[in-house]
Structures are given as structure tokens and as C-alpha cells.
């Protein structure tokens, strides 16, 4: 320490006085807050309750007039009421939560929004690929345009040359594009409809037949072993009674006594059981 100041050299004339690095004084200042009880958060610019109510009412009318023109248009598979349903959620949701920035009006909004939200729907139920929607389209404007000239419907060949293809891409690819319709069972279910129908015995005429085949089983196995051996061949094996003749070395007279007899037999056991 005492090495750096070696060389220093005395001040000529009065010496300064010393500077003070004490920082000044801070102005005070006063900031005023509004008192308020809200907490402060932040919540998205909302349309007034009156005004989104008076949108609604306003365009009701549009969403069933969209409903019709995409069920018409585009596809039939979805009833027009269930598309009338989604085009009012997205009426209620767009009048909450629309903002009116000059650029365009609710009218003009909510018309691609609704029609978006009806083809969402559509996609959402699609039971055929996009492919198989434009053959189908194709066909039917191709029927279309071959029908105008005629009063009779096109044959498969004019159709196919009319679209450009072979009759077996026109099979294949066109014919087989319709769309699979879904139905509620229960607005179709008929009991007496072929679809429906089954002609499998009920349980109590099962158990009948199964207590008659037991006691027919015990009938047959106690008769005469010749007239058991006739009644088999004639319904089981289905022989004539020639052919059973000829296994016993009978005439087909005899053959036919004894399995009237064996009738016989077999009924008496019968009603004796029931």
C-alpha cells in the first residue's frame, strides 16, 4: 500500500473540499388504487345476455333452412331434425361467444359455422369412404343424364360407357357404393316379419317331443325283434317292402302284416303312456 503512494506529489493551492456520495432524498409519491371488492380476473369479452338471446331468435329460421339444403345436398342418411340439433348447439355457442370486429357480420359467421357443424355431423355418421360417395354421385348423374332422353331406365352398358368404364368396374365399384342406412330396432321390430321370424319350437313343444321320442324309443325296443327289425328298415333304412321281402325271404304281403302289427303295437304303448 504504502509503495503505490511513493511517487505522489503534494497539491498546489487550497484543497478541495470532499465530495459526498450520500444519495438524495426520494420524492415521495402516492399512488391511489380504487378500492373494489371484484377479485381481480380475467375473463374472455362475452356478448350481453339480451343481445345473444336476440341473435338466437333472430336466426332460427337459418339454421332449419342449412338443415335442408345439407340433408338434400349432401346426404340423407342423417334425419334433417338430428341435423337442425346441431346446427342450434352451434347457433347458442357462436351467439355467446361472438365478437363483432367490423370484419364480418353474425349472419355471414354463423352461416359457415352452422353448415360446418351439420358436415362435421355427416362425416361423424359416414358409413362409406369419400371415394365411394363421389362413385355413387357419379352414377346417379350419370342415370340422370341418360334417363332425360328416354322414358325407360339406362341399361348397365350405357351407364358404364357413359362413365368410361367396364361393366364389371361398374359392378363392382358403383353398384356397390350405396350407403349402409342404420335403423332403430325398435321402430322396425315386427313380430310377424320374415326378418324377425323363427321357426325353432318353443320350449314346451320341445319337451313334448322329447317325452314322445323317449316313449316311442321304449315302444319300439319292445316289440318282437322281426317287427322291430321291419320298422327299421322301412324308416330308417327306407326300404320298400319289396326290398324288406326279399331281406327275410318273404313275400311284400306278409312284410305289410307285420308291420301293421307292429302299428299296432306301437300305438297301444303310446296311448297307454299318454
Same mark, same amino acid.
Given at each position: 500500500?504504502?509503495?503505490?503512494?511513493?511517487?505522489?506529489?503534494?497539491?498546489?493551492?487550497?484543497?478541495?473540499?470532499? +465530495?459526498?456520495?450520500?444519495?438524495?432524498? #426520494?420524492?415521495?409519491?402516492?399512488?391511489?388504487? #380504487?378500492?373494489?371488492?371484484?377479485?381481480? @380476473? *380475467?375473463?374472455?369479452?362475452?356478448?350481453?345476455?339480451?343481445?345473444? /338471446?336476440?341473435?338466437?331468435?333472430?336466426?332460427?329460421?337459418?339454421?332449419?333452412?342449412?338443415?335442408?339444403?345439407?340433408?338434400?345436398?349432401?346426404?340423407?342418411?342423417?334425419? +334433417?331434425?338430428?341435423?337442425?340439433?346441431?346446427?342450434?348447439?352451434?347457433?347458442? /355457442?357462436?351467439?355467446?361467444?361472438?365478437?363483432?370486429?367490423?370484419?364480418? @357480420?353474425?349472419?355471414?359467421?354463423?352461416?359457415? %359455422?352452422?353448415?360446418?357443424?351439420?358436415?362435421?355431423?355427416? %362425416?361423424?355418421?359416414?358409413?362409406?369412404?369419400?371415394?365411394?360417395?363421389?362413385? %355413387?354421385?357419379?352414377?346417379?348423374?350419370?342415370?340422370? @343424364?341418360?334417363?332425360?332422353?328416354?322414358?325407360?331406365?339406362?341399361?348397365?352398358?350405357?351407364?358404364?360407357?357413359?362413365?368410361? +368404364?367396364?361393366?364389371?368396374?361398374?359392378? @363392382?365399384?358403383?353398384?356397390?357404393? /350405396?350407403? +349402409?342406412?342404420?335403423?332403430?330396432?325398435?321402430?322396425? *321390430?315386427?313380430?310377424?316379419?320374415?326378418?324377425?321370424?323363427?321357426?325353432?319350437?318353443?320350449?314346451?313343444?320341445?319337451? #313334448?317331443?322329447?317325452?314322445?321320442?323317449?316313449?316311442?324309443?321304449?315302444?319300439?325296443?319292445?316289440?318282437?325283434?322281426?317287427?322291430?327289425?321291419?320298422?327299421?328298415? *322301412?324308416?330308417?333304412? /327306407?326300404?320298400?317292402?319289396?326290398?324288406?321281402?326279399?331281406?327275410?325271404?318273404?313275400?311284400?304281403? %306278409?312284410?305289410?302284416?307285420?308291420?301293421?302289427?307292429?302299428?299296432?303295437?306301437?300305438?297301444?304303448?303310446?296311448?297307454?303312456?299318454?
Amino acid at each position: 500500500m504504502k509503495a503505490a503512494f511513493a511517487n505522489a506529489q503534494p497539491l498546489n493551492g487550497p484543497v478541495p473540499a470532499p +465530495v459526498s456520495f450520500a444519495p438524495a432524498a #426520494a420524492t415521495p409519491v402516492t399512488v391511489t388504487v #380504487a378500492e373494489t371488492d371484484a377479485p381481480l @380476473t *380475467y375473463r374472455p369479452r362475452q356478448s350481453p345476455r339480451g343481445e345473444g /338471446e336476440a341473435l338466437i331468435r333472430q336466426h332460427l329460421p337459418l339454421v332449419r333452412k342449412i338443415a335442408w339444403h345439407v340433408h338434400g345436398s349432401m346426404s340423407t342418411l342423417v334425419d +334433417v331434425e338430428d341435423l337442425v340439433q346441431v346446427g342450434l348447439v352451434a347457433l347458442v /355457442e357462436a351467439a355467446s361467444g361472438f365478437e363483432d370486429r367490423g370484419q364480418v @357480420t353474425f349472419q355471414q359467421y354463423i352461416s359457415t %359455422r352452422l353448415r360446418g357443424a351439420m358436415i362435421d355431423e355427416l %362425416r361423424r355418421q359416414a358409413t362409406t369412404t369419400r371415394g365411394a360417395m363421389r362413385r %355413387r354421385k357419379e352414377y346417379h348423374r350419370a342415370v340422370n @343424364t341418360l334417363s332425360q332422353g328416354s322414358a325407360r331406365a339406362p341399361s348397365e352398358a350405357a351407364v358404364a360407357a357413359h362413365l368410361g +368404364v367396364s361393366l364389371e368396374k361398374l359392378r @363392382t365399384d358403383y353398384l356397390t357404393a /350405396e350407403a +349402409v342406412r342404420f335403423d332403430s330396432i325398435d321402430d322396425v *321390430y315386427q313380430d310377424d316379419m320374415p326378418w324377425f321370424a323363427d321357426d325353432t319350437p318353443n320350449a314346451f313343444d320341445q319337451l #313334448a317331443e322329447g317325452d314322445m321320442r323317449d316313449a316311442l324309443i321304449a315302444a319300439i325296443a319292445a316289440l318282437p325283434e322281426r317287427e322291430a327289425q321291419v320298422i327299421q328298415l *322301412y324308416y330308417v333304412d /327306407e326300404m320298400n317292402l319289396e326290398e324288406i321281402g326279399q331281406v327275410f325271404g318273404i313275400g311284400a304281403a %306278409r312284410v305289410c302284416q307285420i308291420k301293421s302289427a307292429a302299428h299296432a303295437k306301437l300305438k297301444k304303448a303310446l296311448a297307454q303312456r299318454a
